[in-house]
């Protein structure tokens, strides 16, 4: 059978992901650290501990894995409480491991792509309120000056903020996530300092590098009626799509927060995203229930017939990647796949989940929207938040305990399409193929 591919543009980057409390270890002054040690938090009581040991070292291994498989490109993020582990210290060595890394990735062919918050934060920011306080813009933003004034000479692209919208519905309306509340007025609050934040490091990052790309990466979720048409389910809908997927962006646009029951201007944060960081991972159906005032009426649940994950923590819904790549496009700027993958210890779902998101990714890039790089999420198994250890994202397993690697079934899968540049029924008929009629029915 001739050969048959879904061809990437050039120069495309293909990478993993990672962020660094979840994969560092060894690290007691942050607030997650304070929080896995607070009972019940996290499941099971599971700890970061060592992580995957990159603060001992072991980053090198694990990139050398990436190089080694045909990635090209890797998304890593700067821990704000080792650079400045108090209010008036810096510690330059531990600018400078940072700096070692980057440079590495630069001449092993590694285009790096760095994130400035990745959800944790120093302890003493925390004590003085986090991102609560409306001192916390400033104080990001000199860490950021320090942190880009350094790292600049290897990095073009910069993420500020990993994804505010999970940042703030998980601290401050689920509170699974430190500091645990569930305040909507706070919730508010926390929304309009991360865009001062985040602007005011957008200005610095340019100040100091003029040709550098500069976004935020959001949590896009796809959320579908659950009756189609029902006029009651799209209150629900658009109020969700409004305030978890769209509000964000939409105010580096124009300045106006817009969270429905909320309006707002901050005209400082107009024209403040160089690309669109698109974080897919699975979609809802969203209905609507009388019975549920606390959360605007609204039920969620995973689409009927869709596989799930290990923990059903995610549906592997492709088309959602689509409605993802769709929304990214109308802001008119370069779009980046910041994060897409699922948790599968075993790697049964994995492979299939990772073509078939792969796939809608193609076909954005053949409407010519302009996509210039996907990064899995991630690289190894690593420490997943207020779910410990028991979900594992990653493309090599991890043996906490020994610290050893394995190497799963979906390597070879990414490493074909990274050298390939692209989606080839080879591929998929050999490694794939219980979607080989699905994604190439002529063949
Ligand atoms: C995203 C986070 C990332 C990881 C994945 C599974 O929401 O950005 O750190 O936990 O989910």
Same mark, same amino acid.
Not at 49 to 74: I, K, P, V
Not at 127 to 135: A, L, M, V
Not at 282 to 306: E, I, M, Y
């Given at each position: 059978?001739?050969?048959?591919?879904?061809?990437?543009? @050039?120069?495309?980057?293909?990478?993993?992901?990672?962020?660094?409390?979840?994969?560092?270890?060894?690290?007691?002054?942050?607030?997650?650290?304070?929080?896995?040690?607070?009972?019940?938090?996290?499941?099971?009581?599971?700890?970061?501990?060592?992580?995957?040991?990159?603060?001992?070292?072991?980053?090198?291994?694990?990139?050398?894995?990436?190089?080694?498989?045909?990635?090209?490109?890797?998304?890593?993020?700067?821990?704000?409480?080792?650079? /400045?582990?108090?209010?008036? &210290?810096?510690?330059?060595?531990?600018?400078?491991? %940072?700096?070692?890394?980057?440079?590495?990735?630069?001449?092993?062919?590694?285009?790096? *792509?760095?994130?400035?918050?990745?959800?944790?934060?120093? *302890?003493? +920011?925390?004590?003085? #309120?986090?991102?609560?306080?409306?001192?916390?813009?400033? *104080?990001?933003? @000199?860490?950021?000056?320090?942190?880009?004034?350094?790292?600049?000479?290897?990095?073009?692209?910069?993420?500020?903020?990993?994804?505010?919208?999970? =940042?703030?519905?998980? #601290?401050?309306?689920?509170?699974?996530?430190?500091?645990? !509340?569930?305040? +909507?007025?706070?919730?508010?609050?926390?929304?309009?300092?991360?865009? /001062?934040?985040?602007?005011?490091?957008?200005?610095?990052?340019?100040?100091?590098?003029?040709?550098?790309?500069?976004?935020?990466?959001?949590?896009? @979720?796809?959320?579908?009626?659950?009756?189609?048409?029902?006029?009651?389910?799209?209150?629900?809908?658009?109020?969700?799509?409004?305030?978890?997927? &769209?509000?964000?962006?939409?105010?580096?646009?124009?300045?106006?927060?817009?969270?429905?029951? !909320?309006? %707002?201007?901050?005209?400082?944060?107009?024209?403040? /995203?160089?690309?669109?960081? $698109?974080? %897919? =991972?699975?979609?809802?159906?969203?209905?609507?229930? $009388?019975?549920?005032?606390?959360?605007?009426?609204?039920? &969620?649940?995973?689409?009927? #017939?869709?596989?799930?994950?290990?923990?059903?923590?995610?549906?592997?819904?492709?088309?959602?990647?689509?409605? #993802? *790549?769709?929304?990214?496009?109308?802001?008119?700027?370069?779009?980046?796949?910041?994060?897409?993958?699922?948790?599968?210890?075993?790697?049964? $779902?994995?492979?299939?989940?990772?073509?078939?998101?792969?796939?809608?990714?193609?076909?954005?890039?053949?409407?010519?929207? /302009?996509?210039?790089?996907?990064?899995?999420?991630?690289?190894?198994?690593?420490?997943?938040?207020?779910?410990?250890?028991?979900?594992?994202?990653?493309?090599?397993?991890?043996?906490?305990?020994?610290?050893?690697?394995?190497?799963?079934?979906?390597?070879?899968?990414?490493?074909?399409?990274?050298?390939?540049?692209?989606?080839?029924?080879?591929?998929?008929?050999?490694?794939?193929?219980?979607?080989?009629?699905? +994604?190439?029915?002529?063949?």
């Amino acid at each position: 059978m001739p050969e048959a591919i879904f061809q990437f543009p @050039r120069g495309f980057l293909w990478g993993c992901a990672t962020a660094a409390h979840q994969v560092e270890g060894g690290n007691s002054n942050n607030n997650w650290s304070k929080w896995e040690e607070t009972p019940g938090k996290i499941v099971n009581g599971h700890r970061s501990g060592l992580a995957c040991d990159w603060w001992g070292g072991r980053w090198l291994e694990d990139l050398e894995r990436a190089r080694d498989s045909g990635q090209n490109a890797h998304r890593l993020s700067i821990e704000w409480s080792r650079i /400045q582990p108090e209010p008036d &210290r810096w510690d330059d060595e531990a600018l400078l491991k %940072y700096t070692e890394m980057l440079r590495w990735m630069t001449r092993n062919g590694i285009t790096p *792509l760095v994130t400035l918050h990745h959800f944790t934060d120093p *302890l003493w +920011l925390s004590e003085r #309120g986090g991102w609560e306080s409306e001192d916390t813009p400033a *104080l990001f933003a @000199r860490f950021c000056r320090r942190v880009v004034k350094t790292l600049k000479d290897y990095v073009n692209l910069w993420v500020t903020i990993n994804e505010p919208n999970v =940042y703030i519905l998980s #601290g401050w309306v689920e509170g699974v996530f430190p500091p645990g !509340k569930q305040d +909507l007025k706070l919730a508010a609050r926390v929304f309009t300092n991360l865009v /001062q934040g985040h602007s005011a490091a957008y200005r610095i990052i340019h100040e100091l590098q003029p040709e550098a790309r500069v976004g935020v990466a959001t949590n896009y @979720r796809s959320f579908a009626p659950a009756h189609p048409g029902s006029p009651l389910d799209k209150l629900p809908l658009g109020f969700v799509n409004q305030v978890f997927n &769209r509000a964000f962006n939409n105010c580096l646009v124009d300045g106006k927060v817009d969270l429905v029951f !909320k309006k %707002y201007k901050l005209p400082q944060a107009a024209g403040t /995203q160089d690309f669109i960081g $698109l974080n %897919y =991972y699975t979609r809802d159906v969203v209905s609507f229930n $009388l019975l549920k005032p606390g959360a605007f009426f609204h039920q &969620r649940a995973f689409p009927a #017939g869709a596989a799930l994950s290990e923990n059903h923590f995610i549906a592997n819904v492709p088309a959602g990647m689509w409605d #993802g *790549l769709k929304w990214a496009h109308a802001y008119g700027i370069p779009i980046i796949v910041t994060e897409n993958g699922i948790e599968d210890s075993r790697d049964t $779902l994995r492979p299939r989940y990772l073509v078939e998101h792969l796939h809608q990714v193609w076909r954005a890039a053949n409407y010519n929207y /302009q996509l210039k790089g996907y990064f899995h999420w991630s690289l190894v198994d690593n420490f997943e938040w207020e779910r410990g250890w028991t979900q594992r994202f990653g493309l090599w397993g991890l043996d906490v305990d020994t610290q050893q690697r394995n190497r799963r079934r979906s390597v070879d899968v990414y490493e074909r399409v990274c050298r390939e540049n692209g989606l080839s029924s080879h591929m998929v008929a050999e490694l794939v193929p219980d979607v080989l009629d699905a +994604l190439f029915p002529d063949h």
